[in-house]
């Protein structure tokens, strides 16, 4: 079975690459740009796994990863949490949301697929 990821990524480069390099490595991908879309796309999508930019206008990530995990659908569903924005008490406070990894952008290919595998157990 193809493991489903919602990636949640407003900037368009990174959405591209997060997007390219899964789909390289066999896996099914819904882009979501806009935070406000991602609690409906993710019920309708039931993803493996969700990954999070942390900076999204309009919403925060981390209150998205509190939303996702409040859902009784999709509370179990890991959240690897990827954001530029990487200051003293972010990943601590990204994690008591939720998330159950978390990457600094710029994000290397290497350990980002590793963290996906490990959060898929692929």
Known sequence: MTKRILVVED?????KLFCDVLKANGYEVVPVADGKNVLATAKKFAPHLVIMDIQ?????GVDLIAKLKKDADLAETPVLAVTAYAGKGDEERIREAGARDYLAKPVSIGPFMA????????
């Open 11 to 15: 900037n368009d480069l990174n959405r």
């Open 56 to 60: 999204l206008p309009n919403i925060s």
């Open 115 to 122: 963290a996906v595998r490990a959060l898929l157990n692929d």
